[in-house]
């Protein structure tokens, strides 16, 4: 924790330094023009004792580029930024945009500062994914928040450090949080990542170059993102990915995933429920609970 609150600026850093305890038990840090300091987790914690001006805010955002907002210009356009040790700012505030897409941002007026952490996922979710050792391709669902990214993040280290050949299309840096280039949390031994490239683009050059055994990927959702999934699929890749939704039939009414579930692509379709990282339910390839 103390890595994490050396890339704040002051007075944030001061400000937060009392909190360390409750900073172990958080996930986020919601930071906001004239509000307090949330520190988000299982509870909720105030820090009134800063207000942030549009200034402090300005000079939080460069500490977090490390004084060279030039180099983050394309992950800020996407709206986070990827902190060593793998932590993500989400950004938010007053957008210049060009045909559509965002150039910079003008004025900052929320980050939300999500703490990375390296946790054990329940052997139900091992299972799922590999059984006898064959591997199997799964699904993770649940709503925001409820640990999809972090178990796909241990299963792809746990299988690599296993024996398995893993690739991870890492399109916004949430998998491995790499910065330049090198993964800032354990993805396993044998598992090589692409990162920053577009999802689709990248699972096709993964599987085409690197010779997977296994794909990972995050938030699925459009139709290219299908495609490429089911090209590696026909190649003899396993894929493992998650999506948005609170139930199965919440994530079968997605057009993209509809299309993978109907064409048989997952062995197993795992939801998380309301407690971070736990399972509620595992679905087999017909949509049986098993």
């Known amino acids: 924790m103390d890595k994490l609150l050396s890339q704040f600026c002051e007075p944030f850093s001061s400000v937060l330094t009392p909190y360390e305890k409750e900073l172990l038990r958080a996930r986020e840090v919601r930071i906001r023009i004239g509000q307090p300091l949330l520190l988000c987790g299982n509870a909720e914690t105030a820090v009134p004792s800063l207000l942030p001006d549009p200034r402090q805010m300005s ?24 902190l060593p040790g793998g932590h993500r700012v989400g950004v938010c505030g007053q957008a210049v945009v060009q045909e559509g897409r965002p150039l910079r941002f003008t004025q900052v007026q929320g980050m939300n500062v999500r703490i990375a952490r390296q946790m054990s996922c329940e052997r139900r979710a091992l299972d799922a994914v590999c059984a006898g050792g064959a591997l199997r391709s799964v699904l993770i669902v649940s709503p925001p928040g409820l640990g999809k990214t972090t178990m796909l993040r241990e299963l ?30 354990d993805v396993g031994p044998r598992t090589d990542v692409m990162d920053g490239a577009p999802r689709a683009e990248a699972i096709r ?3 085409r170059a690197m010779s997977p055994e296994l794909v990972v990927c995050d938030e699925i959702g459009s139709e290219r993102d299908a495609d490429a999934l089911l090209d590696a699929r026909r190649c003899g890749v396993h894929v493992l990915c998650s999506a948005h939704g609170a139930s199965y039939s919440d994530v079968k009414s997605r057009p993209a995933v509809r299309q993978l579930l109907r064409e048989g692509m997952f062995d197993r379709v795992v939801l998380l429920g309301r407690e971070v990282g736990r399972i509620l339910a595992i679905y087999d390839r017909e949509g049986r609970p098993c």
């Not at 000079?59 to 004084?67: M, N, R």
């Not at 050949?165 to 090198?182: M, S």
């Open 59 to 82: 000079a939080l955002l460069l500490a977090f580029c490390g004084q060279a907002l030039y180099a983050h210009e394309e992950q800020l356009r996407q709206g986070y930024l990827t």
């Open 205 to 207: 050059l993964l599987v």
């Open 156 to 185: 792809a280290r746990v299988l690599s450090t296993q024996g398995a050949q893993v690739a991870i299309a890492d399109e916004r840096g949430e998998l491995a949080a790499c910065v330049q280039g090198v993964p800032q949390l």
